[in-house]
């Protein structure tokens, strides 16, 4: 992906509350036309450090900049947000909804046409409080979208959603990309970024304690392959082969550069291996390593 | 069952008990209320009936107790306060006594009983020009009323509602500045209550067969000032808070005195000067004081402009001080 300017930049964040620090000293920048994940389990500072960014919340010390100002009125103009819980309000319908919120911006797109992106055309005559949650998300999407935003801001768009309703917002976004647009994306769920993310910027506890791309990230933290067992299938005495074991909850995972050696070591030990599942580490496993904890979800 | 029960009422209670600003207001607004009513209501019993004395001289009626009498130097202006119901009884002492009575008013008829048990001699005397029958002079206030709920709840419980659901946050992350916000929601509720008023004076005055004696043009643009200054007083209540029952309370705090001292019901010209001076600050009172001298004296543009400008200043004191205040988001 060719380098380009940042489009954001935030140096040094901190927001302290009166008995937590929040978010401890965070800093990064976002090149323009990327899709930036951060990610991390909750409270780790992810919504916080995103509020920040949109300017709902002040930070106590640090500063974010839109194309090198202040973040200030033509950010307003040019940014896009959806929160994780948003109302809106009564008795409006979908189209309404969104007329509402274009008519708060100068510029943007026409109503038709937001609510073609976000596929509501079905619905547009529906009131806003009778969606599903799938529905409501693509409406906030389309709210998000209204002014033509140059940056995007989603916080956990697919917290709640059924696996279908995901996998749909996740082609909105790819779609949103494909235009691009800035994508600035908070997410527990690994396999979004994983998805969706050009740079991820891992947060635990206030602070980014991992930041790239994640295929360099994971070949940075992993050379090895995952090779995963049933723990019922995997019989005590092949614990004492040589082998780099990690005990899940369900599962024993094996993490080997040796893909060929391992498995000949298990065929030798009599481990049934019809249900072995051999795949390569992921932003999940690359949160355990880093943090030693599985992810907080 | 019992315990389901039981474990709502003691979430409820530590919800409650939790909210302090809540808590505080329920037990300080009773004692506020009392002691408040105490300095206006209390002391010795106060008079029932007000009278209005021309001249001087003895008369029995002087020696009855629970009535207020007022010494009025100008026969017109006795009279007019007869008509107008703000005092119950004129009564000239000169020989031979003579009274004036508002044939439409309760307490008229019974202190003129009173005047007939002391002085069988007086005279009663016509009333010249036309009576105010109580009604009449409710009319404005009982319009100016409903206003001034529409205007403080209406406004308040809706900025109260977006802010506890996310959507005033949501808002705050557009252009949308809280002056903006503000005033489209007074804009959106003035056009409802001016609507309101208009078709409930419509219905009111062609059933009490009313008419306004001055300009229905200058009675608009009084209800179109007075709500301002209300819903931008609501506004003021509403622009911080995230609790139901504190704004309940604090609209509740607003809206009783002005409901028992603005005029309404009754004229609080016997009231203590003080209390007249607190009356006189709430819009309510400006806008039944100007909508009675429009609709019932006729009165024309200058002589309500005072409360005219009372109620703008007002306005836009409420509206600066609820944008300066504002926040979006629950903290």
């Known amino acids: 992906m060719p380098e380009s300017a940042p489009i954001l930049e935030v140096h040094d964040l901190v927001k302290q509350y009166p008995s937590v620090t929040a978010v401890n000293g965070v800093s990064f920048a976002v090149p323009e036309g990327t899709c930036f994940g951060l990610l991390g389990p909750n409270g780790a500072g992810k919504t916080t450090t995103i509020e920040i960014m949109e300017g709902i919340l002040p930070p106590t010390s640090g500063e974010v900049r839109y194309r090198g100002e202040p973040a200030g009125a033509r950010f307003r103009e040019e940014a896009g947000i959806l929160f994780q819980k948003t109302a809106l309000q009564d008795f409006l319908t979908v189209r309404q909804s969104v007329a509402l919120f274009r008519g708060l911006y100068e510029h943007g797109l026409e109503v038709d046409e937001v609510i073609e992106l976000c596929a509501l055309e079905k619905l547009a005559g529906r009131d806003n409080r009778k969606l599903s949650g799938g529905q409501q998300q693509r409406l906030l999407l389309a709210i998000a979208l209204v002014n033509d935003p140059k940056v995007i801001f989603l916080d956990e768009p697919t917290t709640g959603l059924d696996p279908q309703a995901r996998r749909n917002f996740w082609q909105l976004v790819e779609s949103i990309k494909a235009r691009r647009k800035t994508i600035i994306l908070t997410t527990h769920y690994m396999e979004e970024a994983q998805l969706l993310c050009d740079e991820i910027a891992i947060m635990d506890r206030g602070r980014i304690i991992a930041q790239g791309a994640p295929q360099r990230l994971l070949s940075e933290h992993f050379a090895e392959v995952l090779l995963e067992l049933p723990r019922h299938e995997f019989p005590d005495l092949a614990r004492s082969l040589s082998l780099k074991l990690i005990d899940a909850s369900d599962r024993v995972e094996i993490s080997t550069h040796d893909l060929d050696g391992t498995l000949r070591k298990l065929i030798e030990a009599r481990v049934p291996l019809r249900n072995l599942r051999i795949r390569p580490a992921n932003l999940e496993d690359l949160f355990l390593e880093l943090t030693g904890k599985e992810l907080r979800a | ?331």
């Open chain 2, 1 to 331: 069952m019992m315990r389901r029960l039981l474990a709502v009422w003691h979430a409820r209670n530590l919800e409650f008990l939790r909210d302090r600003p809540t808590l505080l207001f329920t037990l300080l607004l009773p004692i506020g209320v009392v002691i408040g009513m105490g300095f206006i209501f209390g002391g010795p019993p106060r008079p029932i009936f007000t009278v209005g004395i021309l001249g001087t001289g003895a008369n029995p009626l002087l020696h009855e107790r629970y009535v207020q009498f007022t010494s009025i130097h100008d026969r017109a202006r006795g009279l007019y306060e007869v008509t107008h119901q703000k005092i119950d009884l004129l009564v000239d002492l000169q020989n031979p006594v003579r009274y004036w009575v508002n044939t439409d008013s309760a307490k008229g008829y019974i202190i003129e009983k009173l005047l007939l048990a002391a002085d069988p001699g007086a005279r009663r005397q016509p009333v010249t020009g036309q009576a105010i029958p109580y009604v009449d002079w409710l009319f404005p206030g009982i319009l100016a009323m409903n206003m001034m709920f529409s205007c403080l709840f209406g406004v308040g419980y809706v900025v109260l509602r977006y802010r506890k659901s996310g959507f005033l946050k949501r808002l705050h992350a557009t252009p949308l500045s809280a002056f903006e916000f503000l005033t489209a929601q007074v804009l959106s509720r003035l056009s409802l209550i001016v609507f309101v008023t208009v078709v409930l004076y419509i219905i009111i005055a062609a059933f009490i067969h009313f008419h306004s004696a001055g300009s229905i043009a200058l009675l608009l643009l009084l209800t179109v000032l007075g709500s301002l200054s209300m819903i931008a007083l609501g506004l003021t209540i509403a622009a911080r808070f995230a609790s139901e029952e504190l704004v309940g309370g604090l609209l509740n705090l607003l809206t009783w005195p002005m409901m028992l001292l603005s005029g309404v019901w009754f004229s609080i010209e016997s009231a203590p000067r003080w209390v007249q001076w607190v009356a006189d600050l709430f819009p309510l009172t400006q806008v039944i004081q100007a909508a009675r001298a429009v609709m019932l004296d006729g009165a024309g543009i200058q002589r309500i402009t005072p409360n005219l400008i009372y109620l703008a200043a007002t306005t836009l004191v409420f509206l600066a001080f609820g944008a300066w205040s504002f926040r979006w988001r629950v903290d």
